[in-house]
Nanobody, 125 residues
């Protein structure tokens, strides 16, 4: 079993930055890690993903150039640096992990086996 714990959410003004972190415990190897978000009344959507090798990263179009995903395999953590935040980025952000190899770009919710509880990000205008 894998436990994922997110941190770093909060309230920020438009144009500001936040850094989300997710710590995984209970398993030493996780093929891929990703971030999804869900705004009130909307479906959960893919934000970013990174495989174990970290030789590639994937982003939804709306965050490209503003968000950066990274991982530290030694610490079993994944981070999401979010810059130039917009009010439409407001959502609960969820960390996810895949235990086995999946097809890239790792953007589907069914690519992931484990999910965190989420951390709220609110961007004021």
């Amino acid at each position: 079993q894998v436990q994922l714990v997110e941190s770093g959410g909060g309230l920020v003004q438009a144009g500001g930055s936040l850094r989300l972190s997710c710590a995984a415990s209970g398993r030493t190897f996780l093929y891929a890690m990703g971030w999804f978000r869900q705004a009130p009344g909307k479906e959960r959507e893919f934000v970013a993903a990174i495989p174990w090798s970290a030789d590639s990263t994937y982003y939804t179009d709306s965050v490209k150039g503003r968000f950066t995903i990274s991982r530290d395999n030694a610490k079993n953590t994944v981070s999401l640096q979010m810059n130039s935040l917009k009010p439409e980025d407001t959502a609960a952000y969820y960390c996810a992990a895949a235990s086995v190899s999946r097809s890239h770009p790792l953007s589907a919710h069914y690519d992931y086996d484990y999910w965190g509880q989420g951390t709220q990000v609110t961007v004021s205008s």
